[in-house]
């Protein structure tokens, strides 16, 4: 190591971020992400770290390493309850972790996610091998609970793949040929659109959570402030009604339209449902989820998501497991043994930051 090095690592310091220092995050995320502007985007930040239901603005997740004034590297999460067993627990979810290149390789990166501890046992995170994180994580004590498995239905051929995307002639061909594959659906009569998350969906996942062992807490509080106020995005949402009562839900994303006005793929974000009529709950939204799809063109619906029947489900309707490099990481010094099992957990592509970080589509 040389001097320079030894001096910097000597005077880095991990600290909570204060708000008074977020413009200089900002700039400092503005370089780290120099291809990425939504990541030191304010209104995205603020939404994100200040805006989340279960924030304290006096102590931010968020940790920053610092050289005096300097800001060398960042680890961020936002806090969320865990329904883990029956008992409500608090966890954070980090969200992003990096350090400037200048202070790599000094032992940072386990400092700062040292620090994220300190403040929560129970932490979760979406990684790749790609990346370096999950090395880091485990050496660490987190646990690889498994990969996330992900499901894609072709609906549009033509529409999906760039290269015929861009010809029209071709793509039109392309599209017409896959037609009697693509089965269409009626509307159903019990699946509306939903416009605000209220009472009604506090009540349903107080039903809901009792079917699996790990899962992420879905108030409508966390609903509304996901879905409904993230800063240049909209979602279309969906609820499974029996008369009054809300028996399920789904949230799809589609992706913004090309240049020559296609939409190459969508994703249903989020989908949830009750014990009662499980099945036929599914159903009901995965068909209307494909018919919306249909109707707008879309290239193709994905679905990431760890829960059994939805699996089958997903594959009843024709959706096949497709490659997913990403992978559930956790660490908790207690319920390991629920924690640390994939076949406990419910978890769609909502819960982590794969919808979070997204391209806007306004």
């Not at 994100?48 to 920053?64: G, I, R």
């Not at 861009?166 to 040929?177: C, D, F, S, T």
């Not at 509306?192 to 879905?218: H, L, N, Y």
């Not at 409508?220 to 409904?228: D, I, P, R, S, V």
Request: glycine share 4%; net charge positive.
């Amino acid at each position: 190591m040389s001097n320079l090095s030894a001096k910097m690592q000597n005077t880095v310091k991990i600290e909570h971020l204060k708000l008074s220092e977020k413009d200089k995050l900002l700039a400092f995320l503005q370089d780290a992400y120099a291809d990425n502007p939504r990541m030191s985007d304010a209104d995205f930040w603020t939404w994100h770290f200040l805006e989340t239901p279960f924030a304290n603005q006096e102590k931010l997740p968020v940790w920053v390493a610092k050289s005096g004034e300097t800001i060398a590297g960042q680890i961020a999460a936002i806090p969320v309850k865990i329904n883990v067993g029956g008992e409500q627990k608090d966890a954070i979810w980090i969200l992003d972790l990096i350090v400037s290149k200048d202070f790599r390789r000094q032992g940072l990166a386990k400092k700062l996610v040292k620090a994220a501890e300190e403040f929560c046992t129970l932490i979760l995170g979406v990684n790749t091998n790609e990346q370096h994180a999950p090395k880091l994580l485990q050496s660490l004590g987190f646990v690889i609970v498994g990969k996330i498995p992900r499901f894609h239905k072709l609906l549009f051929a033509g529409n999906d793949i760039r290269e015929i995307a861009n010809l029209k002639p071709l793509r039109e061909v392309i599209n017409l040929a896959f037609a009697p594959i693509r089965k269409t659906f009626k509307p159903n009569k019990n699946v509306r659109i939903v416009k605000i998350f209220d009472e009604i969906f506090d009540k349903f996942w107080a039903e809901a959570e009792q079917q699996w062992s790990c899962a992420v807490r879905r108030e409508a509080k966390f609903l509304e402030w996901q879905y409904l106020k993230q800063p240049q995005k909209k979602f279309d949402v969906i609820g499974y009604f029996e008369g009054e009562k809300l028996l399920g839900y789904a949230v799809l994303f589609f992706r913004k339209a090309s240049e020559n006005g296609t939409i190459k793929k969508a994703a249903i974000t989020d989908i949830c449902y009750l014990p009662e009529k499980s099945q036929e709950t599914i159903d009901a939204l995965l068909q209307e989820s494909l018919r919306i799809a249909i109707e707008r063109r879309v290239g193709g619906l994905v679905v990431d998501v760890i829960d059994e029947l939805l699996e089958q489900r997903l594959e009843k309707f024709g959706f096949w497991r497709v490659k997913n490099p990403l992978q559930l990481m956790v660490k908790s010094p207690e319920r390991q043994d629920l924690l640390y099992n994939p076949k406990q957990w419910f978890l769609t592509r909502g819960d982590s930051d794969i919808s979070i970080f997204e391209c806007p589509n306004l």
